[in-house]
């Protein structure tokens, strides 16, 4: 939904009307982006991604179709059979839709996500599901009342920004329905260090919709990671002493979600020490990931590539890397 923000905003700012299309409850449909909404004009033209596009044509006419006074309207989509061939999908499925017009979204939450921070959007639906109150929360405040009883469905939202993964969660309530978008800012690489695993770092990290910046000098990484703390993720590639530590030390203590450093295990030891001399404590100390990477097997450059951003991924959502066919319950939960 974040590439929809600049869009919103312009609309707001010329008076345009709109309507905001995004799920409230899926099933099937195979991976895909928690992320995903469309914005529909008055023309009936969407601009986004929801399932490749195959419901767009009736996105449209329920968004057209959408009763003057009321600020929501919910729909049923379904595909199935050779139609999930002709859509382009993994696999079939079914949802239910929130189509919502954009003056009863707050501008804040376009805002915070042009601006890449951390924020949730939380809807309530009232039982007859016509009608949408939508308010802003952060990791900090939020405006308004929780529409989930007292503060719930805030707290709900700030524990999914903790995640650091977007995602939707829906409640049931005697009230009707809350829905809980968490849009967390997205993750900003920071690698110390240069060279070929550093070019891969890069490109790995825009494959997953990620940010990545390479600094090879002490000054460049920490300022980075000074600047934007709640979506920087530390990679130290750099075995210098004079680049390595600094960067750690400044990681380690300014919360940075996720710190990692490539080397043996012996530069491991040797980092650890320095940082001890530092000042640094073992609870600080023992946030670093080092030796960097899952254990995928990876050799070549490209796969310590991937089994790095693996472990970022895994590290930012609270998990370790374990085979799925080994865990039981929803693989998405």
Known sequence: MRDLADTARQWAAQGRT???????TEQGFGPRHPADAVLIDEDGNCHGTLYRGVFDEHLAAQAAALTAGHTARVCDVSVHNDEVKQAGLTCGG?????LQPLDTIPARWWALL?????AAL??????GRTHAVSIVATPEQQDGVG????????ERARELLGRRRAGRDTRFTDDGLVLIESFPAVPHLVIAGGGELAELLVAQA????????????TQDAVKLLADRPAAACLIVLSHEPDVDIPALHTALTTGIAYVGALGSRRTQARRAQALAESGLDEAHIGRIHGPIGLDLGARTPAETALAVCAEVLAALDGREGRVLREEAGPINA
Do not use: K, M, Y
Not at 18 to 24: C, D, E, F, T
Not at 114 to 118: K, S
Not at 147 to 154: K, L, R, T
């Open 147 to 154: 529409a989930e009883g007292p503060g719930q469905a805030v």
């Open 206 to 217: 825009h494959l997953l919709g990620w940010q990545a910046t390479v600094a090879p000098a």
């Open 18 to 24: 709109g309507v905001l299309a995004r799920p409230i």
């Open 122 to 127: 939380v809807t309530r639906l009232d039982e």
């Open 114 to 118: 042009g601006e890449g921070a951390d």
């Open 94 to 98: 079914q949802a239910e839709l929130l």
